[in-house]
């Protein structure tokens, strides 16, 4: 099964192309362009490059939250797109799940995933690394960084923090005399190979769905949202 993954949840974007656990190719960009601009013609060289067009292609996936409210939206777009013509299967990927995939090697590691989430808040979820394989420990979600910290005291595994608001969560770890590591910049973003690799664990518990049914996860209103409510009760 060949597998097109996308991630332009974050500053970051990348594709890559995956097939029956072997990747094939991957592209990844971290210089602040637009995803609106980059994402598509990113995947279209890489099919390109691995002599493959979207007709060879058995399924789509995307990282569809936490992120970027834009980010999420470019990305979802995308992923309709290249999908629903051939009407192709999709896979909507939790982007903390994927991210913590870069460290699912570390055995015994506790992978702590943040990204920013402004209002001093991090989107993040706790990952076990067990046997080359991740699991689950909380829900993806946007939480308080006095949060995090509160739950890893007294937590003796080694602790890895992964993610664009790695070095904020560290930071805030280390001060509050919670020891951990910086996972290394390489291995630190969003990546389009960690979507390939959740996609193909959803294929196999058939968790694919249609284009038409992909959604972005956003986990919190956008800020305009949460002033239009502060404007509705304040009218009240």
């Known amino acids: 099964m060949k597998i097109l993954g996308l991630e332009s949840s974050a500053k970051a974007a990348s594709v890559a192309l995956m097939e029956d656990g072997r990747l094939l190719g991957r592209s990844d960009q971290n210089t602040g362009l637009t995803h609106s601009r ?16 979207m007709a060879q292609i058995d ?12 980010g999420l939206r470019i990305g979802i777009s995308a ?11 999709c896979a909507g990927i939790s982007t903390l799940e994927a991210m913590a995939q870069n460290l699912a090697h570390l055995e015994g590691a506790l992978v702590v ?5 402004r209002r001093s808040q991090v989107y993040n979820a706790f990952f076990a690394a067990e046997g080359g394989v991740l699991q689950r420990l909380c829900p993806d979600r946007a939480v ?8 890893l005291h007294g937590e003796t595994r080694p602790k890895i923090v992964v993610g664009d608001g790695a070095q904020l969560c560290y930071n805030y770890l280390q001060e509050a005399g ?18 390939c690799i959740c996609a193909e664990a959803a294929a196999k518990e058939n968790r694919l769905c249609s284009a038409a049914q992909l959604q972005p996860v956003y986990l919190r209103l956008s800020q305009a949202e949460r002033e239009r409510l502060q404007r509705e009760a304040k009218a009240e």
């Open 113 to 117: 995933c943040a990204m920013d989430a």
């Open 38 to 53: 980059t994402l598509l013609p990113m995947a279209e060289a890489l099919l390109k490059n691995c002599e493959l067009t």
């Open 59 to 70: 399924a789509v996936a995307v990282s569809a939250g936490p992120g970027s409210f834009t």
């Open 144 to 151: 308080a960084l006095a949060t995090v910290a509160e739950e």
């Open 79 to 89: 992923a309709k797109g290249l999908a629903w013509a051939r009407e192709l299967p």
């Open 178 to 195: 919670i020891p951990c590591r910086l996972a290394p910049e390489a291995l630190r973003m969003q990546s389009a190979v960690g979507v």
